[in-house]
């Protein structure tokens, strides 16, 4: 018997599987690659809307918790996950310098903001407006990090890559039963995969698809992540990320030249050097309706539990929520109510 069997090893499986290795709790995970959000993401976390220059929701929070999360992820696997790189909102007018002015005003964006427009000196980008550039900010290389976590995982033969099973899951009393293990919880990390569940799949996750591109831009020479129609983000050796794309309608992870296009015909606006697109990428984000998590247990089942939600923000958001499902299965705290999925739950088991 172990104490967890998580389904699932994207952003958010990982997440927990931290804190339960820092709660010396075992478990065992299921995962295939049918989902590759968390491998194509761009990464970024970014505590400020670019689009409003607010403060996205909850944002100083998870910064605090996910930056030592991510840290000692690093010193676990011997790798570095974290690029501290800054980024600047390229302005479309004067208007946007004053509203980016008016935010650094604000008590709470203040710290995020720099109260300053830096004046663009890269010959290779158009921006006449210059920019402003958001404090606190970064990379995690989410791509080596579920590399190196699920060899981590399958060295101590902790992880099995198979699709899971609905049929083969036997619920019993205190504890779950699938294949050949028992455990006692198990925890649904799936991301849009959550729509094959058939314990979970009332809540409204929608799935947003979006696509990226890599580009090779050997004139280009900018180490900073320059965000306009679209983001241009740095990987060093003359790789850049350009994306993304934001899409409600297809549901499949396949890359697709309409949104090769689309992307490319944004970074034409501002980008003036030659470049080679190198590699085309696409993945479902698992967004919700109210843009918030969904985090808690089954509403029938107590020992069945859900991590998913984590919408076009999983870097940060992963490891607060986390610790906070972790928190609800062990110590009985409640989920912060904005997350816990029983808000949409009374609605749905009432009928
Ligand atoms: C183009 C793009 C760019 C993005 N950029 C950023 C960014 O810059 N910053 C940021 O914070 N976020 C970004 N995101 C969002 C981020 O990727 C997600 O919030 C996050 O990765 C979701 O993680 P997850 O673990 O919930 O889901 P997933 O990454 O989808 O992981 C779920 C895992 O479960 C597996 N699975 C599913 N069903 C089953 C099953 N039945 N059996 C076994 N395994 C199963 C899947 O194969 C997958 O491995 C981006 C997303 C996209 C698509």
Redesign the pocket.
């Known amino acids: 018997m172990v104490d967890y069997l998580i ?8 997440s927990f599987c931290e804190v339960l290795e820092r709660n010396k709790k075992s478990f065992k995970v ?17 505590p400020v809307t670019l689009k409003r220059f607010t403060l996205a929701w909850n944002a100083k929070e998870q910064l605090d918790l996910a930056i030592p999360f991510y840290s000692e992820l690093e010193r676990k696997l011997d790798i570095q996950l974290d690029y501290k790189i800054p980024i600047l909102r390229r302005f479309a007018s004067i208007n946007e310098q004053n509203l980016w002015f008016e935010a650094s005003d604000k008590p709470n964006l203040g710290h995020f903001v720099a109260p300053k427009i830096h004046s663009n000196h890269n010959p290779n980008i158009e921006a006449p407006f210059g920019y402003g550039e958001v404090l606190h900010t970064g ?2 290389d ?1 791509a080596v990090l ?1 590399l190196h976590y699920g060899k981590y995982l399958g060295d101590k033969d902790l992880l099995l890559r ?3 099973d ?1 049929e083969a899951l036997k619920l019993r009393d205190g504890f779950v039963e699938y294949g050949g293990f028992k455990a006692k919880n198990i925890v649904f ?6 729509k ?2 058939p314990y979970f799949n009332y809540l409204p996750l929608n799935g ?5 591109l890599t580009i090779n831009a050997p004139a280009l020479k900018e180490e900073r992540v320059i965000k306009s129609s679209v ?1 241009i ?1 740095p990987l060093g050796k003359d790789m850049y990320r350009v ?3 934001y899409k409600w309608k297809d549901k499949s992870n396949t890359p697709t030249e309409e949104c090769k296009q689309e992307l490319l015909q944004k970074l034409n606006t501002f980008l003036k050097c030659p470049y080679e697109v190198v590699d085309h ?6 967004t919700v309706s109210d843009r918030k998590p969904l985090v808690g247990r089954h509403p029938e089942h107590e020992n069945m539990y859900l ?12 490891p607060m929520a986390s610790m906070q499902l972790y928190a609800l299965i062990e110590n009985k705290e409640a989920v912060a109510p904005e997350m816990d999925l029983s808000r949409f739950t009374k609605k749905h088991f009432r009928n």
Do not use: C, H, W
Not at 189 to 194: P, R
Not at 208 to 212: H, I, M
Not at 307 to 318: F, H, P, Q, Y
């Open positions: 389904v699932g090893l994207g952003l958010a499986g990982i299921i995962s295939d690659d049918s989902q590759t959000s968390s491998v194509v993401a761009g990464g970024l976390y970014n990379r995690i989410t579920l198979e699709t899971f609905f990390a799936t991301g849009f995969g959550i094959n569940n947003t698809k979006g696509e990226l983001f983000i994306g993304a794309t990428v696409a993945g479902i984000r698992p991590l998913n939600g984590l919408g076009s923000r999983g870097v940060m958001i992963a």
